[in-house]
Each structure stands twice: as structure tokens, then as C-alpha cells.
């Protein structure tokens, strides 16, 4: 199981949206319109983990999609980072666990696009929620393709590209919640991630716990009062692409980036 991407909802174009993040000095690429689900977005690769700039175009059929991510997104008041994909190639053993862990499951929804190119892009999703998370759970995607050949194929047509800013990596994702050491025992538990623990003091902005899924790291903090988070709700914070001790908090369309 691996990051896939992070959801940023923006008000704004979502071409828009990605050209201040070009500004800031990072490749981004126009994603897609997804006229079933009401919405669009613009995409920025690390790799083959990445952030999604996710507008809604129409509303109401937002609203009244099948899709759980666009629910949610399209009931927002703020701009933000809302959601966080998991990419499993495991989706079907995956359903089976969740139920025997007693979370509530709701697809596998099936999702597709045609890019200007022609070629069609095909995943299916999972969502999934228990009565004793506060905050939402990340969902599960599964793309039709492999890895290698996704790589491949985003390589050739431009999409992963050296930032000229030099960025490389997405280092850490950040979730604000009450009770941290629950939340990343919860991830273990119910999701099977085994990966290496870390008690987080250091961190100027609150104090937690870390979960290494793969080569990123998930952090679960309460944001201290004097911290130049500000949330209201629990759920994903902030996303680091550096080393956080020498880097800045920048808001950016709601969203905080560690840069």
C-alpha cells in the first residue's frame, strides 16, 4: 500500500489553481473533466504520488453523485485539503479485511477518463468509515494499469517532470486529530500497515505520532494553540515536501504546505 494522492479542493479553475503552483516553481499538468461527477481537476507528480487540485463545476450534480469523495468535497464552505488516496493493487483482499474489521464499506466504485489523447485511464476506488473514527478516513484506489507501465506512460506524455524548483518527494502528510496515538493505531489495525513508529515531540507546531506507510510518512498531531495551523475540523492538515525543520508553513488555497 503506498500514498497515492492528496485531495485539494479549490474554488477556483482548477487550471487556476495549478498555475500558482507554478509560480511556486512546480510542474503541474491539466487533469481531466469528469462531467458523470460534476467536477475537474489539475494534477502535480512526484512520481507516481501526487497532489489533486479538485474544483466542482456544477454542483448539484455533485451532490447527487454515487461518488463519496465528491459528496464531500462539493459540501465544503472552505477551500482545502480534504481527502487522502491509498493505491492498493489488492482492492478485492482489501474489502474482505474491512468487513472482518468491522469498518463500513462502500464500493468499489469504478472510475474512468479519456484524456485529449485518446487513451482511456480506468481505476476503481474504496471508501470506507467506523463509528469510532472522528475524522474521515483515507480511501483506495486501484488502477487498472500497473505502476510500471503508469510511469511509463506519465513520463512520455510529460506528466512527471523534474520540478524546476527541485522538489522531489511528498515527505509527510499531515492529519489534525484529537487523540493521535488512536489514529495511528487505528491505521494499523484496520488498515494492516506495519510500518516503523515514531513519537513526534519535536515539531514546533504540536506534538504526535508518525506511521511510515512506504517511503512517506503519516503524522497525527493536535495542532498547539499558537501554531500557524488553523483547522476546525479533523482530517488531512498539511503536506511536506522537504524536511520540515528547515522549511516554512505556506497557506496556499486553504491548504498548508510545508516548503
Not at 456544477?58 to 464552505?77: E, F, M
Not at 467506523?130 to 506519465?154: C, M, T, V
Not at 513520463?155 to 499531515?174: D, M, Q, R, S, W
Not at 506511521?211 to 498531531?221: H, K, M, R, S, W
Amino acid at each position: 500500500m503506498k500514498l497515492d494522492h492528496v485531495v485539494h479542493y479549490v474554488e477556483k479553475p482548477a487550471k487556476e489553481a495549478a498555475g500558482l503552483f507554478q509560480l511556486l516553481g512546480f510542474h503541474t499538468i491539466a487533469g481531466g473533466i469528469h462531467d458523470k461527477w460534476g467536477s475537474s481537476n489539475s494534477l502535480c507528480y512526484f512520481d507516481l504520488s501526487y497532489l489533486e487540485f479538485l474544483t466542482i463545476d456544477d454542483r448539484k450534480k455533485a451532490l447527487q453523485s454515487d461518488n463519496p469523495l465528491i459528496q464531500l468535497v462539493g459540501n465544503q464552505k472552505n477551500e482545502g485539503l480534504y481527502q487522502v488516496a491509498l493505491r492498493t493493487n489488492e482492492m478485492n483482499s482489501l474489502v474482505e479485511r474491512f468487513k472482518q474489521k468491522g469498518l463500513n464499506v462502500m464500493g468499489p466504485f469504478p472510475g474512468q477518463r479519456k484524456r485529449a489523447d485518446g487513451k482511456l485511464l480506468e481505476w476503481k476506488m474504496l471508501f470506507v468509515s467506523h463509528q469510532e473514527a472522528s475524522y474521515p478516513l483515507p480511501f483506495f484506489i486501484e488502477w487498472k494499469d500497473s505502476d510500471e507501465e503508469r510511469r511509463r506512460d506519465l513520463e512520455e506524455i510529460g506528466a512527471i517532470l523534474p520540478h524546476p524548483n527541485k522538489y522531489t518527494h511528498i515527505y509527510e502528510v499531515g492529519y489534525a486529530v484529537k487523540q493521535p496515538t488512536l489514529a495511528l493505531k487505528q491505521w494499523k489495525e484496520w488498515f494492516g500497515i506495519d510500518g516503523e513508529e515514531y513519537v513526534d515531540e519535536s515539531f514546533i507546531h504540536g506534538k504526535g505520532v508518525r506511521l511510515l506507510l512506504d517511503d512517506v510518512f503519516i503524522t497525527f498531531l493536535t495542532p498547539k494553540g499558537d501554531s500557524e495551523f488553523s483547522y476546525t475540523n479533523e482530517g488531512p492538515l498539511y503536506v511536506s515536501l522537504t524536511e520540515r525543520f528547515q522549511s516554512k508553513v505556506k497557506e496556499i488555497m486553504g491548504g498548508y504546505y510545508i516548503l
